[in-house]
C-alpha cells in the first residue's frame, strides 16, 4: 500500500498544502478557506481560491515520482495507492488502482443535494449553480472537518489492514483519517517505510525512513525492482 501527499507534486511545482500561499492568497491559511463553513460565508472567495489551485495545476505535469508509482503498480498488480492529493497527477501519469481520498479539485457537486455538476466549463469565476436544485455548486474535495466518503474510506482501511509494506510518501501524516492508516498496517505486521526530505510524525516508528526527495528515490526504487524480478521471475 502507498499513502501519497503533497510531496509528492511539489516537484511538478505544485506547492504542499502547508508550505505559504503566495501572491492574493498570502493572507489566508488554507484551513480557513477549506471548510464548508467558508464556503457558505462566502462562495465567491472560496471558489475563487480552488479556480487559482485549477489554473497552477493545468499547467504542471506529473513528475518521475509519479510515472515511477504508475510503473510500479504494473509490477506489482495487489499495490492499492491512496492519494491525498486532489491535483489528479497521479491519475495523469497512469496509476488506476488508486484511491483519491480527499477528491479531486476538477470534479464539483452540488452544496444542498450533493447531485455531481459535470462540465463545469473552465475559467469559471463565480460558482455555478446546480442543474437539479438551484443550489451552489462546489469543489468536490473533502474539507477540514468533513467526512472521507464510505467507499474510499473501507478500501483504503481494507488495504491497510491487509498490507505487508505501507510506503508513506510525500506527506507529513497530520491529517486524519488517512495518516491513522500507517498505525492500521503496523499494528497487523507490515513494515513501514517513509519517502520524505523532512522528519514527520511517523519517522520514529518507520522501519526505513528514506530522506529525499520522492522524484530521486521512487524511480530508483521501481528499477531496483524490475532488476530483481528479471532475476527470480516472482511477483512477490
Ligand atoms: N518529496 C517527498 N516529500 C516532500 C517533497 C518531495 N520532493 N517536498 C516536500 N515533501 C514533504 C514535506 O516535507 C511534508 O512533510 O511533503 C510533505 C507535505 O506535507 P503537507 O503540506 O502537510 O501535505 P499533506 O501531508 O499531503 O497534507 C495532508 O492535509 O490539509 C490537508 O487535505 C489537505 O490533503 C491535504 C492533507
Known amino acids: 500500500m502507498v499513502l501519497t501527499g503533497a510531496g509528492v507534486s511539489a516537484e511538478s ?5 502547508r ?3 503566495t501572491g492574493l492568497w498570502s493572507r489566508f491559511r488554507p484551513e480557513q478557506l477549506a471548510t464548508v463553513g467558508a464556503f457558505v460565508a462566502d462562495p465567491d ?3 475563487a481560491w480552488y479556480e487559482w489551485r485549477r489554473d497552477l495545476v493545468e499547467q504542471v505535469a506529473p513528475n518521475a515520482g509519479h510515472l515511477a508509482l504508475a510503473e ?4 506489482v498488480p495487489a499495490m492499492t495507492l491512496v492519494t491525498q492529493n486532489v491535483d489528479g497527477l497521479h491519475r495523469l501519469a497512469g496509476s488506476r488502482k488508486i484511491i483519491e481520498f480527499h477528491g479531486n479539485l476538477f470534479d464539483n457537486h452540488c452544496l444542498e443535494c450533493a447531485c455531481p455538476a459535470p462540465g463545469v466549463p473552465r475559467p469559471c469565476p463565480k460558482p455555478p ?8 455548486v462546489r469543489p468536490g474535495v473533502v474539507w477540514f472537518g468533513e467526512a472521507i466518503p464510505a467507499l474510499s474510506l473501507e478500501r483504503a482501511v481494507q488495504a491497510a489492514d491487509s ?3 505501507f510506503m508513506s510518501i510525500g506527506t507529513s501524516m497530520l491529517v486524519h483519517p488517512a495518516a491513522g492508516l500507517a498505525a492500521r498496517a503496523r499494528s497487523t505486521g507490515a513494515a513501514l517505510v517513509e519517502i520524505n526530505p523532512e522528519p514527520t510524525e511517523l519517522t520514529r516508528f518507520a522501519d526505513f525512513a528514506i530522506q529525499a526527495p520522492s522524484g530521486h528515490v521512487l524511480p530508483v526504487l521501481r528499477q531496483a525492482l524490475a532488476i530483481c524480478r528479471r532475476r527470480t521471475g516472482s511477483n512477490h
Open 163 to 165: 498490507c505487508d509494506l
Open 19 to 21: 508550505d505559504a500561499q
Open 45 to 47: 472567495t472560496v471558489w
Open 13 to 17: 511545482g505544485v506547492p504542499t498544502f
Open 129 to 136: 449553480r446546480c442543474h437539479a436544485c438551484g443550489g451552489l
Open 72 to 75: 510500479l503498480e504494473s509490477l
